[in-house]
């Protein structure tokens, strides 16, 4: 990764947002706790979050599958984001592709009102399709950084989410007992 590209220092007179991005497995949580302590360790004020239904590992830390950690407040949903925010310069939001609709507004917004956003989740479904909101990130988003894993059957870059059990679920909360990572090559859809 491009260290340059990422940000360091606090917006003036703006905020922004940044999103990372990719497949399970190929380390997003563990970049944005990475993005995180450099804020803290710089004493601005961070807020990080984390939609309910994520509740591996941890109820209120967000957790990186290499068990770094940072406590969390942890959301039903996104209303009550705005009024958590109202003194952190910095948001963290983790699986981001499991809050409402609502999430790229409030996001959005608390940019416009000069914080730094960052924004972490996955950007493909099991079926490799998009996964919203990632794509209308994409689209909003200052800084991008796309995370790859490496395939778990040939060793390629690997940006895709293999699901290794025939559930039809869109979602289906679980890490290495259910998904791997896969390359372009390797990854199929289950049942097809
Ligand atoms: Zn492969």
Same mark, same amino acid.
């Given at each position: 990764?491009?260290? #340059?590209?990422?940000?360091?220092? $606090?917006?003036? +007179?703006?905020?922004? *947002?940044?999103?990372?991005?990719?497949?399970? !497995?190929?380390?997003?949580?563990?970049?944005?706790?990475?993005?995180?302590?450099?804020?803290?360790?710089?004493?601005?004020?961070?807020?990080?979050?984390?939609?309910?239904?994520?509740?591996?590992?941890?109820?209120?830390?967000?957790?990186?599958?290499?068990?770094?950690?940072?406590?969390?407040?942890?959301?039903?949903? #996104?209303?009550?984001?705005?009024? $958590?925010?109202? +003194?952190?310069?910095? *948001?963290?939001?983790?699986?981001?592709?499991? !809050?409402?609709?609502?999430?790229?507004?409030?996001?959005?917004?608390?940019?416009?009102?000069?914080?730094?956003?960052?924004?972490?989740?996955?950007?493909?479904?099991?079926?490799?399709?998009?996964?919203?909101?990632?794509?209308?990130?994409?689209?909003?988003?200052?800084?991008?950084?796309?995370?790859?894993?490496?395939?778990?059957?040939?060793?390629?870059?690997?940006?895709?989410?293999?699901?290794?059990?025939?559930?039809?679920?869109?979602?289906?909360?679980?890490?290495?007992?259910?998904?791997?990572?896969?390359?372009?090559?390797?990854?199929?859809?289950?049942?097809?």
């Amino acid at each position: 990764m491009m260290e #340059s590209s990422i940000p360091h220092l $606090l917006p003036k +007179d703006t905020g922004w *947002i940044e999103v990372i991005t990719g497949c399970m !497995f190929s380390g997003k949580t563990e970049e944005l706790i990475r993005r995180l302590r450099r804020a803290q360790i710089a004493k601005q004020k961070v807020l990080i979050i984390k939609p309910a239904i994520d509740n591996r590992f941890s109820e209120n830390n967000i957790v990186s599958h290499n068990t770094q950690s940072l406590p969390s407040v942890v959301l039903e949903n #996104s209303k009550a984001i705005n009024e $958590l925010a109202r +003194d952190a310069h910095v *948001i963290g939001i983790d699986e981001v592709q499991f !809050f409402d609709a609502d999430i790229l507004r409030i996001c959005k917004e608390l940019a416009a009102a000069g914080k730094r956003v960052i924004v972490a989740g996955l950007d493909q479904d099991y079926t490799g399709k998009p996964f919203e909101p990632l794509p209308q990130f994409l689209c909003e988003a200052e800084y991008i950084t796309k995370t790859l894993a490496i395939c778990m059957v040939c060793g390629n870059p690997a940006d895709r989410t293999q699901r290794t059990t025939v559930s039809k679920e869109k979602v289906l909360v679980g890490a290495s007992d259910f998904y791997e990572a896969r390359c372009r090559k390797c990854h199929y859809i289950p049942g097809e």
